[in-house]
Nanobody, 124 residues
Framework: QVQLVESGGGLVQAGGSLRLSCAASGRTFSMYTMGWFRRAPGKEREFVAAISSSGGATYYKQSVKGRFTISRDNGKNTVYLQMNSLKPEDTAAYYC?????????????????WGQGTQVTVSS
């Protein structure tokens, strides 16, 4: 088990950028696939991006490709989500999650470690 704490959310104008961070406790972070998910008001939680334990493989929701970048620093036990060219439809609570299965799932139900979330609001 790892404990996850997100930070970096806030209010930004459309077209702006934010970088989310997710800090993990424990010494096994490098064994976890990490994912970012989001939930907008009245909507289901949805996949945003995921990165393999080594960082060698990344996956993105189609609508964020080319705008968002997921990365990790295993030496710092941290995963990042760089978000550029933000749009009002990106407004949501963003959550990081960890999975030790060895796969890189996009289904949130396959992740068993979750942070508390950080709010991102994009104004038009």
């Amino acid at each position: 088990q790892v404990q996850l704490v997100e930070s970096g959310g806030g209010l930004v104008q459309a077209g702006g950028s934010l970088r989310l961070s997710c800090a993990a406790s424990g010494r096994t972070f490098s064994m976890y696939t990490m994912g970012w998910f989001r939930r907008a008001p009245g909507k289901e939680r949805e996949f945003v991006a995921a990165i393999s334990s080594s960082g060698g493989a990344t996956y993105y929701k189609q609508s964020v490709k080319g705008r968002f970048t997921i990365s990790r620093d295993n030496g710092k036990n941290t995963v990042y989500l760089q978000m550029n060219s933000l749009k009002p439809e990106d407004t949501a609570a963003y959550y990081c999650a960890g999975d030790r299965s060895g796969r890189v799932p996009t289904n949130p139900y396959e992740y068993d470690n979750w942070g508390q979330g950080t709010q991102v609001t994009v104004s038009s």
